[in-house]
């Protein structure tokens, strides 16, 4: 009686078809399923179907997982071309950068946290540094700056597609009831904004957390000598 036995080194035929890209993919969906706290090497093997040790192939156990879904978030951003308007230029790499995050908002938070040094990964921190350069910002100003405007966009991004009732709702009954809540509350201030606050549109508020951001940093450079090209 003979039996038949798998080639000595062949991979398994769904090991054979792995590549980072659909790694990555996998990720993501571990990402929008249960948050970036529920990445590991199984989590990922189990959504392709796969030894999680085969994913060492391509990387770097848990860390290698989450600096390449980073790379991929920011190198799918359509970076534009610098126009010399400081204010349009930083607010289209705000509006590239909102598209793709929409995409996977669970998974926003690793561009503050991972430390890349990839082409694709630095690519976006080029393009705001570079816009900022042209106004004759120096490059320590430069880095807080670029620092303060990626907090503000992940903090307003989060928060549109997180918002709890604090922040208000969209539906008319809950509206109507968190206005009723919020005049009743026995405080002025509260109370007098109660009809706002009640409310709540994401992408209007993460608009004008970016306008407002702007608007704080072309003060703060405007009047300043631009830099020669």
Known sequence: MTTNTPRRGRPPKGERQLSREAIVEATLKVIDADGVG?????????VL??????LYN??????????AVAEHLLGSIALPGITGDLRFDLHSIATGFRERALLHPEAASLVL????????????IEAVLAVLRETGCPPDESVHLLRALIATLIGALLREVNAGPTFGTTDTAGIA????ILEDSGLPAVSAAAHHLARFDGAAEYEFAVNLALD?????????????R
Do not use: C, I, N, Y
């Open 216 to 228: 704080a940093l072309v003060l703060r450079l405007s009047g300043r000598p631009r830099r020669d």
């Open 113 to 124: 946290t991972r430390q890349l040094a990839s082409f694709e990964g630095l690519a976006p």
């Open 177 to 180: 009831q968190r206005q009723l």
């Open 58 to 67: 391509h990387v770097d156990g848990k860390d290698g997982l989450l600096d």
């Open 38 to 46: 529920g990445v590991s090497m199984r989590a990922v093997g189990r």
């Open 49 to 54: 179907g796969v030894d999680a040790k085969s």
